[in-house]
């Protein structure tokens, strides 16, 4: 009998495996929670202008994030020994230092071109620490995958509730003190900071004794593991520019405040359809694995559960197109009203990206990662054409349009690959 959505949520809370994820996604929901708690406080504090300049920074860091240890921390998770896994550590660590160090030089080289290009002068010398935001974030990622390797996984949970607590009330603190921009971003960094803090304290042990000295041990492992850097990072870094690019192309081409209202809906709208898709993606995952090593038919089951988590996307798609300016100016106060009109055209892309970001572990599932570096190239290709163009010729109005139109067309061609890799397994 084919697996529906019920199902793969049962297995969800009963498989002994699914368990540790379950401990990791309380942590991020508890996070999560705390941020969308605290949201409300905070756009009555700051301004949308506020909002778009500190969405540009957090851009500009999270950009290269996918990419910024070389992927090396992959590697961690194998069952290599111990002192494999701390020299991968150490060449993840190096490999995140060396980038961010010469990133910090490239901005101090290239900050006035960088501030006119994108139009965001107000960041002034701010933007120094976007490379320093960089390096916590590739190091509190490595932090994490230690910790995962050894089970811990209740560690990794609280450095994220840790992390949303801190640079909530951060936030909230310097708001009141009558901050702008730079309270957004103090409160992000000390929340990475204290985050990171939090796990090489409980993780001493680990990275007490790591060997950051060059050997030739460090050299035969690279060589090992080249693909990660060349592949997997590379690929990783057309995500995280693709997922940046709307950013881009609002600030430098309309005010910083139609930022800050897409920073606003991404946030509140990505949230809770986040949490429901990494968990039935990782079920998917090894339900297709069983469908393949079985002989049965994985294209009829994929509709099948594709169908099931269209209905569950419907109604927040429908709230929002129908009520999405009221629920905003209501909960984030009227000079928010905007961001509640973007939502109710955003949310026409929402069930599309939920159900092929859900499913797209069946790619790697059946052996046909071809196509996702395809789809990444094709979606990222016609982002930024389709963006770039409308940006120069058209209204914020023309724009959020074009984003949303843009995105039912390339997750529509990802759910397509999706199915003919269900209909070809190459395993």
């Not at 960089?134 to 990622?141: E, V």
């Not at 900071?193 to 060059?214: A, E, G, I, K």
């Not at 593991?225 to 609002?250: E, K």
Request: hydrophobic share 55%; with cysteine.
């Amino acid at each position: 009998m084919l697996t529906t959505v019920p199902t793969l949520l049962r297995k969800v809370r009963q498989s002994p495996l699914v368990k540790n994820v379950a401990i990791l996604a309380t942590g991020t929901v508890f996070a999560q929670a705390i941020a969308i708690i605290a949201s409300p406080v905070l756009t009555r504090l700051y301004s949308p202008e506020s909002f778009g300049l500190f969405a540009t920074f957090i851009a500009l860091a999270t950009s290269l994030a996918p990419a910024a240890t070389g992927k090396f921390e992959v590697a961690m998770m194998l069952p290599p020994p111990e002192r494999a896994a701390k020299e991968l550590y150490a060449i993840a660590a190096s490999f995140c230092v060396l980038l961010c160090t010469g990133l910090v030089i490239a901005v101090l080289i290239l900050r006035t071109d960088i501030l006119d290009w994108l139009n965001i002068d107000e960041l002034g010398w701010w933007i120094i620490l976007a490379p320093f935001t960089l390096l916590c974030i590739g190091l509190l990622k490595l932090m994490r995958y230690a910790a995962n390797r050894r089970d811990q996984y209740k560690r990794i949970a609280r450095s994220a509730v840790i992390q949303a607590l801190t640079v909530a009330g951060i936030n909230i603190a310097l708001g009141l003190a009558g901050a702008q921009l730079s309270g957004l971003i103090i409160g992000n960094i000390a929340g990475l900071t204290t985050s990171l803090t939090y796990l090489l304290f409980t993780q001493w042990d680990f990275v007490h004794n790591v060997n950051f000295r060059w050997s030739a041990r460090k050299k035969a492992l690279i060589r090992r593991y080249r693909d990660l850097p060349v592949f997997n990072a590379s690929t990783g870094l057309l995500d995280g520019v693709m997922a940046n690019l709307p950013i881009f192309f609002m600030i430098a081409y309309f005010p910083a405040e139609i930022a800050g209202f897409y920073a606003l809906v991404t946030r509140v709208v990505n949230a809770p359809v986040t949490i429901i898709s990494a968990a039935v993606s990782r079920v998917n995952l090894k339900e297709v694995i069983d469908l393949v090593n079985s002989g049965k038919r994985i294209d009829r089951y994929l509709l099948k559960i594709a169908a099931g988590l269209l209905a569950i996307s419907l109604p927040p798609t429908m709230i929002f197109i129908f009520w999405g300016p009221q629920i905003f100016s209501f909960i984030f106060g009227e000079k928010w009203l905007q961001a509640g009109e973007f939502s109710q055209v955003l949310a026409f892309a929402l069930s599309i990206k939920f159900v092929a970001s859900t499913l797209s572990s069946t790619l790697g599932a059946t052996n046909n990662n071809r196509y996702t570096a395809l789809w990444r190239v094709v979606a990222l290709t016609t982002t930024f054409l389709v963006l770039g163009l409308i940006a120069r010729n058209g209204s914020a109005g023309y724009f959020i349009w074009a984003l949303v139109l843009n995105e039912v067309a390339i997750y529509s061609f990802y759910f397509y690959l999706i199915f003919l890799a269900a209909r070809n397994p190459r395993n």
